[in-house]
């Protein structure tokens, strides 16, 4: 292992560093979404996800009884009673104070002296006793004290089972997957069928076509969005079609996806070894058999590459969704349910941070699932060409 290290030179490791470094970036929002989704309320608004595992620290304040709850005991008068049901938690209490920019002036537990011939204990399960060596002034609403309470590290799904249950995330979660499987299926196999042509069948116009593809991926989405949408439309009218329907968006993101799915495929196709083909050929074999049988096996690798771009772009859609289905609430994607709760629970950070959570789980699942192929689809169609 030492040897192996001893020849790593000083870039390489310097590298390796780098992309470490923004891996690690990368995941932390991720992390913090995960461990904020399953934290309590409390917590969340007193203290950083980083500090969910250590636990947190909140001071609040509370009244002790009033006078007229006193009872002498000997030469002496005592207030006693308990604060928890009052603290709004069920921490333990670590000190307390008589003034705000103090609560944590006495330790729990311990007597202390606040003059005038009072001492107060407040224990760290909240029960306390407040003595005076004389009768106490008459104050029916009771002291007010500061406390200072450390909570421990809590989890809970609740936040999860609010979000699918009742905030309507469920739904739109149902509606993004059925916008997306086809939305990813259909130009993948559009592309597949376009690619092994433009690669391999000779026809004239080929190389036209081969440019025209090429121009159409730099084509910015907003500048045909609005004419597809009105073509869109007129078809509808023409045969009597419902204007928001899943077909249609299916349509709109295979239309946006086509050039850069034929691009990438048809690089690589046109990259296998010819002599495959050629002898198939000569064995009798037509070219859907060829494409069928030996293309799309051989290919997969840059299927797979594509199949992550699109599904992780259909998925995290919001302008073609919206446009395409409208904010009926029965096809809501998950964005956009994401996005109309964050204006109406806009400070509910535990409901937001489920919510995030549940969008990105699919596409992790997708990515991690299929990230093997990535790498070597999109280098095997960005160097070789025919």
Do not use: C
């Not at 500090?51 to 709850?69: E, H, I, Q």
């Not at 006495?106 to 306390?128: C, F, H, M, Q, R």
């Not at 993948?188 to 159409?216: D, K, Q, S, T």
């Not at 296998?272 to 293309?295: C, H, N, Q, T, Y």
Request: cysteine-free.
């Amino acid at each position: 292992m030492i040897g192996n290290l001893g020849r790593i030179g000083p870039a390489r490791l310097f590298v390796h560093f780098v992309v470490l470094l923004i891996v690690l970036i990368w995941l932390l929002p991720t992390l913090g979404i995960f461990v904020t989704a399953l934290r309590d309320r409390d917590q969340i608004v007193v203290s950083g996800w980083w500090t969910a595992f250590a636990g947190s620290t909140r001071t609040t304040a509370v009244r002790l009884a009033g006078t007229d709850k006193a009872t002498q005991d000997g030469p002496n008068y005592v207030i006693s009673g308990n604060v928890s049901s009052d603290s709004n938690g069920n921490g333990k209490i670590e000190s307390f104070g008589m003034r705000v920019q103090d609560p944590a002036a006495y330790k729990a537990g311990a007597p202390a002296d606040i003059g005038n011939g009072e001492t107060l204990t407040v224990n760290a399960d909240g029960s306390y006793r407040y003595q005076k060596n004389a009768a106490f002034d008459a104050d029916t609403r009771g002291k007010r004290i500061y406390l200072t309470i450390s909570t421990p590290p809590e989890f809970t799904l609740q936040n999860y089972r609010t979000v699918l249950t009742g905030e309507g995330i469920g739904q739109s979660f149902i509606n993004s997957l059925t916008v997306t499987i086809p939305a990813t299926i259909i130009p993948i196999l559009i592309a597949a069928f376009a690619a092994y042509a433009l690669a391999w069948m000779e026809f004239p116009g080929r190389a036209l076509l081969i440019a025209l593809v090429v121009g159409l991926i730099v084509v910015p989405l907003q500048m045909s969005l609005i004419p597809l949408l009105r073509i869109y439309n007129e078809i509808g009218q023409i045969f009597g079609v419902p204007s928001k329907t899943y077909p249609g968006i299916w349509m709109a993101h295979t239309a946006f996806g086509l050039p850069l799915a034929i691009y990438l495929l048809r690089n690589y196709i046109a990259g296998l070894p010819k002599e495959i083909i050629e002898s198939a050929r000569v064995d009798g074999a037509s070219d859907f058999d060829i494409f069928v049988k030996i293309i799309l096996p051989l290919s997969f690798p840059a299927l797979a590459s594509f199949a992550i771009f699109q599904f992780l772009w259909v998925w995290n859609d919001l302008l073609i969704a919206m446009v395409f289905l409208g904010t009926d609430k029965d096809h809501l994607v998950l964005t956009a349910a994401l996005n109309a709760l964050l204006g109406s629970r806009g400070g509910n950070w535990e409901i937001l941070t489920a919510s995030a959570f549940v969008t990105i789980i699919i596409p992790l699942l997708v990515f991690f699932g299929l990230q093997r192929y990535l790498v070597r689809g999109l280098l095997a169609g960005s160097v070789k060409g025919g």
